[in-house]
C-alpha cells in the first residue's frame, strides 16, 4: 500500500537559521498537503500542491513538489520561537485516502 | 459552525472494556477519517469513509470498527480495549478529494 516518508525525525535550530524537512512516497500522489501541529493541538492545513514540480510561498515557507510527483519538500528561512512544533507531509494516491508521514518536530532555540 | 467536533476528549478503559468515539461535523463534507497518534509520532490511518454509508480500511484497522450512518457522524468502535489502543485519536473531515483535511481536537484515551 501507499507509504509515505517523512525525515527528519526531529530537528533542532537557532533562531534565524533555515530549516527544511523532506517527503518521500513510495507511489505517485495526486496531491500533497502540509499541515502544523503545535505541542498539545492538532494537524493545521498549511498548503496542497498539486502539480508537477509545483513551487509555492508563504511568507518565509516555501514549498516544493517533485517533478514525479513521489516527494515533496518544505523550507523555512530564517526561523522564528513561532514555527516551533512539528510539520507533517500528507498525500492522496490513486485510493482515496489521505496518508501522514511520520512528521518533523521543529524546536527553535531564541 | 464548530466544525469537526470529537466526544469525548478524556477516557480512560479498562482492557477488554468497548466504547465509541464520536466524530461530528457540520461542514456538509463528504469525507471522514479517524488516524491515531502514538506518543511523539505522526498520524496513523485507522479507517475512512468517502460518504454516508460507506467506510474502508485504512494502515491500522484491527481491533476498530467505524459506520457513517449520517454524512455528518463518524463513530469509530472499539470492541475489546487493549493497552496498545492507548493513543490520541483525531477525527479529520474532507469536502473531497483534493480538499484540506479539518481535524477535530482529539480524543485522549487510555487503556489500563
Known amino acids: 500500500g501507499q507509504q509515505v516518508m517523512q525525515i527528519p525525525q526531529y530537528q533542532h535550530v537557532q533562531e534565524g537559521e533555515d530549516f527544511t524537512t523532506y517527503c518521500n512516497s513510495s507511489?505517485?500522489?495526486?496531491?500533497i498537503q502540509w499541515y502544523k501541529q503545535r505541542p498539545g493541538g492538532h494537524p493545521v492545513f498549511l498548503i496542497q500542491?498539486?502539480?508537477?514540480?509545483e513551487v509555492k510561498k508563504q511568507k518565509r515557507l516555501t514549498f516544493q513538489f517533485g517533478e514525479a510527483k513521489k516527494n515533496s519538500s518544505l523550507h523555512i528561512t530564517a526561523t522564528q520561537t513561532t514555527d516551533v512544533g512539528t510539520y507533517f507531509c500528507?498525500?492522496?494516491?490513486?485510493?482515496?485516502?489521505?496518508?501522514f508521514g511520520a512528521g518533523t518536530r521543529l524546536t527553535v532555540k531564541p | 459552525n464548530a466544525g469537526v467536533t470529537q466526544t469525548p476528549k478524556f477516557r480512560v478503559l479498562k482492557t477488554g472494556q468497548s466504547m465509541t468515539l464520536l466524530c461530528a461535523q457540520d461542514?456538509?463534507?463528504?469525507?471522514m477519517y479517524w488516524y491515531r497518534q502514538d506518543q511523539g509520532m505522526g498520524l496513523r490511518l485507522i479507517h475512512y469513509?468517502?460518504?454516508?454509508?460507506?467506510?474502508a480500511k485504512g494502515e491500522v484497522p484491527d481491533g476498530y470498527n467505524v459506520s457513517r450512518l449520517k454524512k455528518q457522524n463518524f463513530l469509530l468502535g472499539l470492541e475489546s480495549a487493549a493497552p496498545s489502543q492507548t493513543s490520541v485519536y483525531f477525527c479529520?473531515?474532507?469536502?473531497?478529494?483534493?480538499?484540506?483535511?479539518?481535524f477535530g481536537s482529539g480524543t485522549q484515551l487510555s487503556v489500563l
Open positions: 461542514m456538509n463534507h463528504e469525507y
Open positions: 500528507a498525500g492522496q494516491g490513486i485510493r482515496d485516502d489521505m496518508r
Open positions: 500542491l498539486v502539480k508537477s514540480g
Open positions: 507511489t505517485t500522489l495526486s496531491n
Open positions: 469513509s468517502v460518504g454516508e454509508g460507506t467506510t
Open positions: 479529520a473531515a474532507q469536502r473531497g478529494f483534493k480538499e484540506k483535511l479539518f
